[in-house]
């Protein structure tokens, strides 16, 4: 038995390691570790300003010496609005950093770091990628303060000789059995610590049963996720079927599009048996 970097469980308990913090860290922005010299952990929680607020809730969030922060986000499953998301995480991070009275001038970079299990961008064969604000017709770096690194396991290219240190990380963090960490653990110190790091917390009982509960959660809510979708196609052939003289059914097949685009399956069965709330949900896109 080895736990899988993948699952967030085993990823978070990686990444209390001051060490793999910090050899991630500087695999990421592409700087010696040496200079990497503070790692501190922070709340995961992105409090409420007002009640109308959403929380948000980060997987790991670190803060540098010089008060610079990093979001790191594991994601094995598709999410439709990963990027919406993402950038609602590092907006509430950014913007946390500054309370009234203080000047603009003390804000500090804010980097949101998405780890997919799976393709997000789907024209293209890139694992890597590094997001800022650019001119769009020059290029040019506007600022530096927010940024995103998407990278993307499922896209590794073959081996090669001599890859940057973050491929290497990539390739650690979407390992699939205990053969392909002790072969990478052979070839890198650092991923020789990471290896022996995660060899005894897959060795823990005490931790093993907690990752075998958020592996069950996760393949729970997928099959939850899946019998909705069925269960909201079905709903929607009926609201089809019964709705379409008096609403039309262009505005009803449309609804189901919005509502399936927004991972709202379970808004669509609803409809389908409430009228007054199928009414509420057209109005709400303007339907």
């Known amino acids: 038995f080895i736990m899988l970097p993948t699952v967030d469980f085993c990823f978070k308990e990686l990444m209390q390691n001051d060490n793999i913090r910090k050899n991630i860290i500087a695999a990421l922005l592409n700087v010696p570790s040496s200079e990497v010299e503070n790692t501190e952990l922070m709340p995961t929680i992105l409090r409420k300003e007002s009640k109308d607020d959403k929380y948000g809730i980060l997987d790991v969030r670190v803060k540098l010496k010089d008060g610079e922060q990093i979001d790191f986000e594991m994601q094995v499953e598709a999410f439709d609005c ?13 913007a946390g950093e500054i309370k009234e009275g203080e000047g603009y001038d003390c804000l500090k970079k804010c980097i949101h770091v998405s780890i997919l299990a799976y393709d997000h961008f789907q024209d293209d064969k890139e694992c890597y990628r590094r997001i800022a604000f650019c001119d769009t017709k020059t290029g040019k770096e506007y600022t530096d303060l927010m940024e995103m690194h998407i990278l ?3 896209k590794l290219p073959p081996e090669e000789k001599n890859e940057t240190s973050l491929l290497q990380w990539m390739r650690f963090l979407g390992g699939k059995t205990r053969k392909d960490f002790e072969e990478m653990a052979k070839k890198n110190s650092e991923l020789e610590e990471a290896y022996d790091v995660l060899d005894k917390l897959s060795a823990d009982e005490k931790k ?3 990752y075998e509960t958020r592996q069950r ?3 729970d809510y997928n099959i939850g996720m899946l019998t909705a979708e069925r269960r909201g196609i079905e709903a929607g052939r009926k609201i089809g079927r019964e709705e379409g003289e008096t ?3 262009s505005r009803i097949n449309q609804l189901i599009l919005e509502l399936s685009k927004h991972g709202r399956a379970d808004d669509i069965v609803k409809a389908a ?5 199928q009414e509420k949900l057209l109005k709400e896109f303007d339907l």
């Not at 950038?87 to 950014?94: A, E, G, I, Q």
């Not at 048996?273 to 709330?277: L, S």
């Open 82 to 94: 990963w990027a919406n998301r993402s950038v609602y995480y590092l907006s509430k991070m950014y």
């Open 152 to 154: 993307e396991l499922s």
């Open 208 to 210: 093993r049963l907690e």
């Open 217 to 219: 959660a996760i393949r």
């Open 247 to 249: 609403l039309g059914v």
């Open 273 to 277: 048996a409430d009228k007054e709330y």
